[in-house]
């Protein structure tokens, strides 16, 4: 099968990608580094590539409500946003999954105010990580363009109903044109499938009542039930993802390995940031340094087991954090693998960058690659650590 | 159009008894009598609040149609969402079950409406949802406990604006939301209240029949937060009427009809002195707020009843 070859920033590529699932319903607010998305998606409309009835509202809290009635309705349905945006739909966010609705959502990455920042960081994702989302972070245009394919397939598995969410770095990702492989749309629509929901408003004839009052003898069964989605959830996404990478060659699992089979010292990272780190890496193993990188790549639910695996007997490890938990123990990917490596005798060190879309540069990643080398040598490295900011 | 109680008491009752509406509570009239018009191919929302509240006790549901409630100030977003999809579904010949014509309404409280969901309600109006809005307006958040909103009037106790020895309740007036629906432009607003079931079920039918967003603002006696024996929910929404307090009126396309002009409107005081909220205004001291929310009901009338002239001149 040919994979057309084109150019597309990471915003056209998501729009792409949830074209070709032929969604019944879109619903979004512009922000930015959003808007971009939207507004591709708006001219597929107007010149009659596809018949998706957006609703264009007035806020992301009415985008996100007005996506939970389309889907309990029973409609492919899907939603972008950023930052404030997202800030603002948290109550539904929470909602769309204690729902079992696989609403897909292009989330933008973008700093949280205040002050107010249009540039990348992970704080948006990070403050939805509890939700109830499935979240998948992408590396430049064509992972985020996989991914948003890959979305409905796992959000909409019947064992899974839960929305899913994915993310690409604001700017970095979203207005940079990077060259990417598109699936033809008739093999990406047979891919991904009809829409088959468990319930809908719309069968009259079987009437349902969504979103009771759910109290002391019930909640809590129903929050069980959702807990253990999450573990299904994490099949079907190593499951949908071998599917995939059978289909187009590009094969996802949870997490990229990067020079990681003999490495003493491991950075995990997320996003665009891993290229970079990438590059860096290649410098020190020139050296002889044995370094290697984790790219997570699905952040919720968290594979704990697995990435503990991974890091199993390593020297070091250095956790980067492209958001911050105020007032928390590192950042929140740092708190995760740490406790996820909890018994395993490997030090890990937490690293927050990035915030407001400052530059991730490469003597950033050096500096990380030396503390590994203090670290592995029994030297003292802080626990966790800001980097590429001024004192 | 010709709503005759005979075909309406024939219809299936499509909100079962045994929800846990307090006794007295005119809230569960108001859901009947919209449901019996509406029928059963009805997609309701509800905003969180009494009526969604005592209608819907997990594993129980009063609700005989498919019903969705998912937030406090959403229920407008989420009806315009599943409209869309119906739309949606329908273009492409996807629907689950073919209907000639499928409905699509949400129910909110005072709070839900003129308050927290104004936002919500004024965007999916603006955009054109096929879809009837009904605002259940008991003149507080009653589900929280009585506290004052938008909607509470002028000198009523709430527990948030309670009557003290410096305070006298809430200071300020209503905030007229019919108007501010009127000023949507949308086909079809109304208010309406449970009392005058005939008036109540004709305007949901021109409601529902509308191509586009409909507004219905429905009084509701609350024996909890008004403070009134329980038999007499009914009749003070018959009196709010008859005192001017809540006119009976449409604006189709923008022109204004009264339904029911009272020969002569009974005061307010009246209306009012029935009820616990205001038992504080009738003390010494407080004339001044009778005087007040009289004028306040006169000033409203006088300006319907130009609005009326004006639109049908
Ligand atoms: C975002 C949010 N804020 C506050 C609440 C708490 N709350 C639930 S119902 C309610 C009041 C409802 O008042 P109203 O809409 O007038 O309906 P009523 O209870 O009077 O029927 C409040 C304040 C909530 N559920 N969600
Ligand atoms: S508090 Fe008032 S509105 Fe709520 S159920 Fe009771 S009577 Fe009805
Ligand atoms: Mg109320």
């Keep these: ?391 | 159009m010709a709503v005759n109680l005979k075909t309406l008491t024939h219809n299936e009752d499509l909100l079962s008894g045994g929800h846990r509406a307090c006794a007295g509570c005119t809230g569960a009239n108001i859901l009947r009598q919209v449901m019996l018009t509406a029928g059963p191919d009805t997609v309701v929302g509800s905003a969180t609040g009494c009526m969604e509240v005592v209608t819907t006790i997990f594993p129980y549901t009063a609700w005989k149609t498919s019903f969705i409630h998912s937030a406090f100030e959403n229920a407008a977003a989420t009806i315009s969402g599943a409209e869309t999809a119906y739309r949606a579904l329908k273009k492409r010949g996807e629907l689950p079950v073919e209907r000639e014509k499928i409905n699509f309404i949400a129910f909110g409280g005072d709070g839900g409406t003129y308050d927290i969901g104004l936002q919500s309600l004024s965007g999916a109006m603006e955009r054109g949802h096929n879809m009837l809005y009904v605002c259940y307006d008991n003149e507080a958040y009653m589900n929280t406990g009585i506290q004052r909103s938008g909607a509470t009037p002028l000198g009523a106790h709430t527990s948030t604006a309670p009557a003290g020895t410096v305070k006298q309740g809430k200071e300020q007036n209503r905030k007229d939301l019919t108007s501010i629906m009127v000023a949507h432009n949308i086909p079809y607003v109304a208010q309406t209240t449970p009392f005058h079931w005939k008036d109540l079920a004709t305007k949901v039918e021109k409601a529902l029949a509308v191509d586009g967003p409909a507004f219905l603002n429905v009084l509701m006696p609350c024996p909890v937060g008004w403070h009134f024996d329980t038999a007499i929910g009914q009749d003070l929404a018959r009196e709010a009427v008859e005192c001017n307090f809540w006119p009976l009126f449409e604006v189709e396309n923008g022109v204004y009809t009264i339904n029911k002009k009272p020969k002569e409107p009974t005061p307010v005081a009246d209306w009012m002195k029935k009820q616990g909220r205001f038992k504080h205004v009738f003390k010494p001291g407080n004339e001044h707020l009778l005087e007040a929310s009289q004028q306040f009901v006169d000033a409203q009338w006088e300006k319907l009843l130009k609005l009326e002239a004006m639109t049908n001149s």
């Design chain 1, 1 to 391: 099968m040919e994979q057309k070859l084109v150019a597309l920033s990471g915003n056209e590529a998501v729009a792409y990608a949830f074209k070709q699932a032929h969604p019944h319903v879109a619903s979004a607010f512009p922000i930015t580094p959003q808007t971009e998305m939207m507004h591709k998606y708006a001219e597929f409309v107007a010149n009659g590539e596809t018949d998706t009835e957006i609703i264009l509202v007035e806020s992301e809290h009415s985008a996100m409500s007005a996506a939970v009635g389309s889907a309990a309705a029973g409609a492919r349905t899907f939603t972008a946003t950023s930052s404030a945006g997202f800030a603002l739909m948290w109550e539904i966010v929470y909602i769309t999954a204690s729902l079992r609705l696989p609403i897909c959502m292009a989330l933008v990455n973008r700093a949280l105010s205040g002050n107010i920042n249009i540039h990348c960081d992970h704080s948006d994702s990070m403050g939805g990580r509890d939700a109830g989302w499935i979240q998948l972070f992408s590396e430049n245009a064509q992972e985020a363009y996989d991914n948003a394919v890959m979305a409905w397939r796992i959000g909409e598995h019947k064992d899974v109903r839960l929305p899913v969410m994915v993310t690409y770095d604001g700017f970095i990702i979203s207005h940079t044109a990077d060259a990417l492989r598109m699936l033809p749309d008739d093999v990406a629509y047979k891919f991904i499938g009809d829409y088959k929901p468990g319930y809908a408003l719309l069968d009259v004839e079987n009437p349902i009542t969504v979103g009771p009052l759910d109290l002391t003898d019930y909640y809590f069964e129903h929050k069980a039930d959702q807990i253990a989605a999450y573990a299904k959830a994490a099949e079907v996404v190593q499951s949908v993802s071998e599917e995939y990478g059978a289909l187009t060659g590009r094969t996802y699992e949870f997490c990229e390995e990067y020079k990681l089979d003999d490495a003493e010292m491991v950075m995990v990272i997320l996003g665009s940031s891993a290229g970079t780190a990438k590059d860096v890496i290649d410098e020190y193993r020139a050296k002889g340094v044995k370094v290697g990188l984790l790219k997570v790549r699905m952040f919720r639910p968290f594979p704990a087991a697995y990435i503990a695996e991974k890091l199993a007997g390593r020297k070091a490890v250095a956790v980067l954090d492209r958001s911050a938990s105020f007032g928390g123990f590192g950042g929140p990917v740092f708190t995760e693998v740490r406790s996820a490596m909890y018994g395993r005798q490997v030090p890990v060190r937490g690293y927050i960058y990035g915030l407001g879309g400052r530059d991730f540069d490469l003597g950033q990643v050096a500096k990380v690659i030396e503390d590994l080398q203090k670290v592995a040598a029994g030297g003292k490295v802080e626990d966790v650590n800001l980097l590429g900011v001024r004192s």
